[in-house]
């Protein structure tokens, strides 16, 4: 079984409605990310949560806003879609250092 | 956050060493140098990581001068296989002070050719 999983694998919506976007880990880390990937550009994060009581803003937080249930569960929301956040979306994990990521095998969302 | 310069692309022939280089002019004293891989539709992979150096794992190699001004991820004799992009990261992961140092940029498309 992978270590990281993220449902739904793939979604199309429609502007305005709200989605949430679903991530479970089984390698016991306290560290998780949520990152949005264009294509042809690299990974930019969104949010990331360094234990279940903390949250906080990456780099293009705005749109978007998580929730931490439990160490191994965290999942994001983008509360009105829009087309604009047409895109890859992964989940990581990792241990306290931070260098090594483990990801999850992405969601793709589209929004029309 | 110190940015970081790779080449575009790179096309190399299969059973080839590769050597893909990473500019980070404005690195800091605690960040290290990590590089990762990315297939198609599929989350980055770690490779390795560095501070100073040579570092060799089962997978590649990565060279570090004494500046650390630079960084270079060596793959030796590449297939098919490894046909991907390469994501060079500089950063100090969880700085202590709260916030996120790690960037992934466009990273480098290596395509390997038959």
């Known amino acids: 079984d992978a270590d990281v999983t993220q449902t739904p694998r793939n979604r199309i919506t429609k502007t305005g409605k709200r989605i949430m976007l679903e991530c479970s880990q089984t390698?016991?880390?306290?560290?998780m990310y949520w990152y949005r990937q264009d294509p042809g550009l690299g990974l930019r994060l969104i949010y990331y949560s360094f234990d279940v009581k903390d949250i906080n803003k990456g780099e293009i937080s705005d749109g978007y806003s998580v929730s931490r249930q439990a160490q191994a569960k965290f999942s994001l929301s983008l509360e009105s879609a829009i087309p604009n956040q047409t895109a890859l979306y992964f989940c990581a994990t990792s241990d306290p250092g931070g260098y090594e990521q483990y990801f999850g095998p992405g969601t793709r969302l589209t929004v029309t | 956050l110190a940015k970081t310069t790779q080449p575009i692309s790179m096309d190399s022939y299969e059973g080839q060493e590769v050597n893909i280089t990473c500019s980070h002019n404005n690195i800091a004293t605690n960040d290290y140098i990590t590089w990762y891989q990315q297939f198609p539709s599929q989350g980055p992979r770690f490779i390795i990581q560095?501070?100073?150096t040579k570092v060799t794992n089962e997978v590649a190699s990565l060279f570090i001068p004494a500046d650390r001004k630079s960084s270079t991820l060596s793959l030796p004799r590449v297939s098919l296989s490894d046909t991907a992009v390469y994501y060079c990261l500089v950063g100090e992961g969880y700085s202590g002070a709260g916030s996120y140092q790690l960037t992934f940029g466009k990273g480098t498309k290596l395509s390997v050719i038959p």
């Open positions: 390698k016991g880390h306290d560290r």
């Open positions: 560095g501070y100073k």
